[in-house]
């Protein structure tokens, strides 16, 4: 067999299969494996498979995945962000919609110190939907901001799909976390101003909470500030150049560890349970990871980038005509595929044609999270509107789609804002230190 045909039908069998729900990092790795065992022999892909696996977890970029998954499920299980939580209600929870506003600006937050969208969902979920029922807030916008709020964990740093992205595409991971810094406000702020319009316009939406004193806020700050100089440590730590991303994921962690301490809120089971589910998100990540560079490996030896890249040049289309279509094709591979496997199965097909159109690799990055977030949202997998199910077992899936369905169209609109305007993520890592 040709293996061109070769490539092309490793990509149709790859489709076919994740429409088959077979987990991602196993098709990768089955067809990556098989089509290297035609094209080279049994005992050479052996060897790939052999030095993948080891050059991918003794990668020193990568470590900073499982500590900041282990920073995210710290903070879940010590309930550290209760007090992220309180300080938000009690500054904005008087808006219209203000639970629902309280509810964006916490996934935010939690998202900055976790870059866990599942553990934002569930974690605010379980805060402050009670509090939602209490004042019989609309379902629909219930559910749908908080499954929305929970796509900011991956936008605002520190972020684990751009670590992967940055590893596999050798992007600064520095500026890329940086770089999401602006599109995430603007986000947060678009789902803030959208509910409070909405509820503006119809007051049965959502009502405004109860109005504090300003020592009750100044108190709830006062709580928050531990946390918060952890987030600006890290942060400013990477924006300064005083330490690296994968520096700062420890320090996150150990900083995290201490106020969890410091605090009395880590006893020995949730340390356990920190641990335990740190180990099984990070081994999901890394099957992923030796299934994706199987997989690139096997479609540059068939000269299927090449040629895909030589085919999209020799349409003479403009650069912005690509991402129009790169758009499409990802909300519809977001109907069938996770954030991870929506990722590292279309990376290395479209990122060397975003190179080879002058895009550069830092807004190309946060285009595709801005894009992965969407996916999140959109049926039929819609992983945070399954995991808000969860929380929430007597909301119908379609209404908690329906109320999704605001917050995608805010999204799509900083699609339109970052590719118009794409200063708006690069402005920020350019005055990096």
Known sequence: MDPFVLGILSIILMIALTFMGVPIALALLAIGAAGNIYLMGLPQTAMQVHMITWETGTNFLLIAVPLFVFMGQLVYHTQI???????????????????????VFTSAGFGAVTGSSVAAIATMGIMVMPEMKKYKYNLQLATGSLASAGTLAIMIPP?????IYGVWTETSIGKLFIAGVIPGILLAAGFCAMIVVR??????????????????????????????????????????????????????????????????????KRLKESLWQTGEISAMIYAILIGGVMFSRLLVQTDVTPALVNYIASLQVSPHSVIFLFSIMFLLLGA???????????????????????????????????????????????????????????????????????????????????VAFPQLALWLPSTMG
């Open 199 to 268: 509820c503006l316009m119809d007051r049965q939406l959502g009502p405004a909470g109860p109005v504090y004193s300003w020592t009750e806020r100044l108190t709830a700050l006062t709580k928050l500030m531990p946390t918060a100089i952890i987030f600006i440590i890290v942060l400013g730590g990477i924006y300064g150049g005083v330490f690296t991303p994968t520096e700062a994921s420890a320090i996150g962690a150990v900083g995290v560890l201490a106020v969890a301490l410091a605090m009395r809120r880590l006893t020995v």
């Open 336 to 418: 069938v595929l996770d954030t991870f496997g929506m990722l590292i199965l279309t990376l290395p097909l479209v990122f060397p044609i975003c190179r080879n159109l002058g895009f550069d690799p830092v807004w190309f990055g946060i285009y595709m999270t801005v894009m992965m977030e969407i996916a999140m949202l959109t049926p039929p997998i819609g992983l945070n509107v399954f995991v808000m199910q969860r929380v929430t077992p007597e909301v119908p899936l379609s209404e908690i789609f329906r109320g999704v369905l605001p917050f995608v169209i805010i999204c799509l609109l900083l699609v339109v804002l970052i």
């Open 81 to 103: 962000a209760s007090d992220l939580y309180d300080f938000v209600h009690k500054w904005f929870g008087r808006l219209p919609g203000g639970l629902a506003v309280t509810g």
């Open 159 to 163: 972020s684990i799909p751009m670590v």
